[in-house]
């Protein structure tokens, strides 16, 4: 009983775990229109203060920014951190 009570409450913690992860394309609208990571918001990175708290304002969120070079990405990454976001990551590039 404590192995299946132990199991279920991993699970839970998985879920929750997935529940807080977030793709933002930090790309402009158009570029984001081209083609994009499934799943992943749309916030061109000039954008991302005014617009973060319509995806997250959970400060603990998992969350993955790219855009075509990383570039911009990185700018969001500083701005995100400025505002209290801890575990933001600038995962580079995407290329068409």
């Known amino acids: 009983m404590k192995k299946i009570a132990l199991l279920m409450s991993m699970l839970w913690v998985f879920t929750a775990q997935a529940e807080t992860e977030y793709w933002i394309d930090a ?6 229109s081209s083609g994009h990571v499934e799943g992943a918001h749309n916030i061109p990175y000039d954008e991302i203060a005014e617009k973060i708290a319509s995806v ?10 790219y855009c075509r070079s990383g570039n911009r990405s990185g700018k969001a990454l500083k701005v ?8 933001a990551h600038n995962d580079g590039g ?3």
């Open 94 to 96: 995407i290329s068409d």
């Open 27 to 32: 790309r402009t609208g158009s570029e984001y």
């Open 80 to 87: 995100l951190q400025e505002m209290g976001y801890t575990n």
């Open 56 to 65: 997250t304002t959970d400060k603990n969120a998992n969350i993955h920014l």
